[in-house]
């Protein structure tokens, strides 16, 4: 089993950054992937970033391009989602996620085995 445990959200005004951690335990060796996803109310949960865990491949929703960053740290099995340039559309719950079967769709949430309990983003106007 994997736990993923988000943290780093919170409220902060438009224009503003924010930076997700997303530590993960457990059986963690055979991670081929790692994503975060966001779901707004009366949303569906959407695909934001992702990044394969050997290779270190990069993957964003379009929105996000340019503002958001992923990243990892392979020592301490933790993903980053460093947030720029925020606005009130990016506020949303976000989940942390972890996928371990080589070649899914990082973008497709059902690729993803494991899913963090999520982490609310407030971006006020």
């Known amino acids: 089993q994997v736990q993923l445990v988000e943290s780093g959200g919170g409220l902060v005004q438009a224009g503003g950054s924010l930076r997700l951690s997303c530590a993960a335990s457990?059986?963690?060796?055979?991670?081929?992937?790692m994503g975060w996803f966001r779901q707004a109310p009366g949303k569906e949960r959407e695909f934001v970033a992702a990044?394969?865990?050997?290779?270190?491949?990069?993957e964003y929703l379009d929105s996000v391009k340019g503002r958001f960053t992923i990243s990892r740290d392979n020592a301490k099995n933790t993903v980053y989602l460093q947030m720029n340039s925020l606005n009130s559309e990016d506020t949303a719950v976000y989940y942390c996620?972890?996928?371990?079967?080589?070649?899914?769709?990082?973008?497709?949430?059902?690729?993803?085995?494991?899913w963090g309990q999520g982490t609310q983003v407030t971006v006020s106007s």
């Open positions: 457990g059986r963690t060796f055979s991670t081929y992937v």
């Open positions: 996620a972890l996928g371990r079967r080589w070649g899914v769709a990082a973008s497709s949430a059902p690729g993803y085995d494991y």
């Open positions: 990044i394969t865990w050997r290779f270190g491949s990069v």
